[in-house]
């Protein structure tokens, strides 16, 4: 069975950093697209957005417009561990972050907890206030 389990949640100051983890079992990093996935306050039910994801190569990476230049995806593959960085965190940032393996492709809205093609961990929160 896959399972994702997010860590490094934290409440933080605007302007500050944290470094969130995802951390999958049963899982093979090598042919697995991975991605976070953010729901933030006023989001209701499958309601997200798609802030990073990167290949199973590792080579390919992509990031929202709204943290282009302060978010980092990356993955350690001997630790079957997924990170994302986080730099100059703005209270716009503040939600529930969620780690997902999708072998479906992406959706950029919506986060569809019932499917067969996306596992998803559990969620971690992230507090950034002004």
């Known amino acids: 069975e896959v399972q994702l389990v997010e860590s490094g949640g934290d409440s933080v100051q605007a302007g500050g950093s944290l470094k969130v983890s995802c951390k999958a079992s049963g899982l093979n990093f090598d042919v697995a697209d991975m991605g976070w996935y953010r729901q933030t306050p006023g989001m209701e039910g499958d309601e997200c957005e798609l802030?990073?994801?990167?290949?199973?190569?590792?080579?390919?990476?992509y990031y929202v417009a709204s943290v282009k230049g302060r978010f980092t995806i990356s993955q350690d593959k001997a630790k079957n561990t997924m990170y994302l960085q986080m730099n100059s965190l703005k209270p716009e940032d503040t939600a529930v972050y969620y780690c997902?393996?999708?072998?479906?492709?992406?959706?950029?809205?919506?986060?569809?907890?019932?499917?067969?093609?996306?596992?998803w961990g559990q969620g971690t929160q992230v507090t950034v206030s002004s």
């Open positions: 802030v990073s994801t990167i290949s199973s190569e590792g080579s390919t990476t």
């Open positions: 997902a393996a999708a072998s479906g492709g992406w959706s950029w809205y919506v986060c569809d907890w019932n499917s067969t093609t996306t596992v």
